[in-house]
Protein backbone atom coordinates (compact mmCIF):
# COMPACT_ATOMS: atom_id res chain seq x y z
CA UNK A 1 0.00 0.00 0.00
CA UNK A 2 2.88 2.44 0.90
CA UNK A 3 4.61 1.58 -1.99
CA UNK A 4 2.16 2.63 -4.44
CA UNK A 5 2.50 5.80 -6.12
CA UNK A 6 0.32 8.65 -5.22
CA UNK A 7 -2.33 9.71 -7.14
CA UNK A 8 -1.11 13.37 -8.93
CA UNK A 9 2.52 12.75 -8.25
CA UNK A 10 4.12 13.65 -11.16
CA UNK A 11 7.70 11.83 -12.22
CA UNK A 12 9.37 14.33 -14.33
CA UNK A 13 9.06 17.95 -14.16
CA UNK A 14 10.34 21.37 -15.90
CA UNK A 15 14.14 21.77 -15.57
CA UNK A 16 15.31 24.63 -14.42
CA UNK A 17 16.95 25.38 -17.40
CA UNK A 18 13.91 24.84 -19.70
CA UNK A 19 12.27 27.58 -17.14
CA UNK A 20 14.79 30.05 -17.63
CA UNK A 21 15.00 29.66 -21.50
CA UNK A 22 11.33 30.52 -21.47
CA UNK A 23 12.11 33.94 -19.76
CA UNK A 24 14.64 34.67 -21.51
CA UNK A 25 13.25 34.68 -25.11
CA UNK A 26 9.38 35.63 -26.04
CA UNK A 27 9.65 34.62 -29.59
CA UNK A 28 6.62 33.66 -31.43
CA UNK A 29 4.93 34.85 -28.03
CA UNK A 30 2.73 38.01 -26.98
CA UNK A 31 4.98 39.71 -24.74
CA UNK A 32 4.16 41.63 -21.48
CA UNK A 33 7.48 42.78 -20.44
CA UNK A 34 8.14 39.86 -17.85
CA UNK A 35 7.59 36.87 -17.42
CA UNK A 36 6.88 33.57 -20.01
CA UNK A 37 3.78 33.70 -22.44
CA UNK A 38 3.03 29.97 -21.18
CA UNK A 39 2.10 28.71 -17.43
CA UNK A 40 4.58 26.86 -15.33
CA UNK A 41 4.68 23.04 -14.54
CA UNK A 42 4.38 22.30 -10.85
CA UNK A 43 7.97 21.33 -9.31
CA UNK A 44 7.67 17.59 -8.88
CA UNK A 45 7.37 16.08 -5.41
CA UNK A 46 10.18 13.77 -6.03
CA UNK A 47 13.96 14.54 -7.43
CA UNK A 48 14.23 13.09 -10.91
CA UNK A 49 17.07 11.47 -10.69
CA UNK A 50 15.99 8.72 -8.15
CA UNK A 51 16.74 4.64 -9.28
CA UNK A 52 13.53 2.57 -9.16
CA UNK A 53 14.34 1.08 -5.33
CA UNK A 54 15.07 4.46 -4.53
CA UNK A 55 11.34 5.70 -6.21
CA UNK A 56 9.57 3.32 -4.24
CA UNK A 57 11.31 4.52 -0.89
CA UNK A 58 10.09 7.66 -2.09
CA UNK A 59 6.52 6.81 -2.80
CA UNK A 60 6.80 5.06 0.90
CA UNK A 61 7.16 8.75 1.93
CA UNK A 62 4.69 10.43 -0.11
CA UNK A 63 1.99 8.19 1.42
CA UNK A 64 3.55 8.63 4.86
CA UNK A 65 3.62 12.25 4.65
CA UNK A 66 -0.06 12.28 3.27
CA UNK A 67 -1.20 9.96 5.90
CA UNK A 68 0.01 12.80 8.83
CA UNK A 69 -1.28 15.75 7.04
CA UNK A 70 -5.04 14.12 6.78
CA UNK A 71 -4.00 13.07 10.68
CA UNK A 72 -3.21 16.48 11.39
CA UNK A 73 -6.29 18.08 9.65
CA UNK A 74 -8.60 15.79 12.01
CA UNK A 75 -6.34 15.99 15.65
CA UNK A 76 -4.90 19.09 15.22
CA UNK A 77 -1.48 17.64 15.58
CA UNK A 78 0.83 14.89 13.89
CA UNK A 79 1.26 11.50 15.41
CA UNK A 80 3.39 8.44 15.54
CA UNK A 81 3.44 5.66 12.56
CA UNK A 82 1.26 3.64 14.73
CA UNK A 83 -1.26 6.87 15.17
CA UNK A 84 -0.87 7.90 10.93
CA UNK A 85 -0.26 4.65 9.08
CA UNK A 86 -3.20 2.46 7.88
CA UNK A 87 -0.90 -0.62 8.42
CA UNK A 88 0.52 -2.41 11.63
CA UNK A 89 3.22 -0.61 12.80
CA UNK A 90 5.24 -2.92 15.61
CA UNK A 91 7.41 0.52 16.91
CA UNK A 92 5.20 3.83 16.94
CA UNK A 93 7.84 5.93 14.94
CA UNK A 94 10.32 3.38 13.04
CA UNK A 95 9.68 1.42 10.20
CA UNK A 96 11.25 -1.32 7.60
CA UNK A 97 9.78 -1.32 4.40
CA UNK A 98 11.41 -1.32 0.43
CA UNK A 99 14.38 -1.56 1.56
CA UNK A 100 14.82 1.09 3.81
CA UNK A 101 14.06 1.87 7.69
CA UNK A 102 11.59 5.10 8.27
CA UNK A 103 12.32 7.03 11.36
CA UNK A 104 9.91 9.76 11.99
CA UNK A 105 10.48 12.70 13.97
CA UNK A 106 7.07 14.77 15.40
CA UNK A 107 7.25 18.28 16.13
CA UNK A 108 4.36 20.43 18.10
CA UNK A 109 4.35 22.20 14.50
CA UNK A 110 5.76 19.37 12.03
CA UNK A 111 6.97 16.52 11.33
CA UNK A 112 10.31 15.13 9.69
CA UNK A 113 10.72 11.06 8.04
CA UNK A 114 14.36 9.88 7.19
CA UNK A 115 14.51 7.11 4.73
CA UNK A 116 18.08 5.08 5.68
CA UNK A 117 18.73 2.29 2.80
CA UNK A 118 18.98 -0.86 5.12
CA UNK A 119 21.60 -3.07 2.90
CA UNK A 120 21.11 -2.35 -0.66
CA UNK A 121 24.82 -0.89 -1.89
CA UNK A 122 24.31 2.94 -4.23
CA UNK A 123 20.71 3.90 -2.71
CA UNK A 124 20.79 7.23 -1.12
CA UNK A 125 19.03 8.35 1.99
CA UNK A 126 16.02 10.14 1.45
CA UNK A 127 14.05 13.17 3.57
CA UNK A 128 10.20 13.89 3.50
CA UNK A 129 8.48 16.58 5.74
CA UNK A 130 5.80 18.85 6.35
CA UNK A 131 6.84 20.69 3.22
CA UNK A 132 5.18 18.56 1.38
CA UNK A 133 8.43 17.40 -1.00
CA UNK A 134 10.96 14.28 -1.09
CA UNK A 135 14.64 15.14 -1.17
CA UNK A 136 17.61 13.52 -0.73
CA UNK A 137 19.31 13.49 3.08
CA UNK A 138 22.61 14.27 2.55
CA UNK A 139 21.51 18.08 0.29
Known sequence: ????????????????????????????????????????????????????????????????MRFQEAYQKKNGRYGSFKETLPISVPSGNSLQNAGYKFELTVESDGFKIVATPTNLAGLRPLLGDDSGFVRFADE
Open 1 to 64: MLDRQPAGVELEGATSEGVADSYRSSQGQRSTGYGTGRALRARPRIPADVSPPERRAAFNLLNM
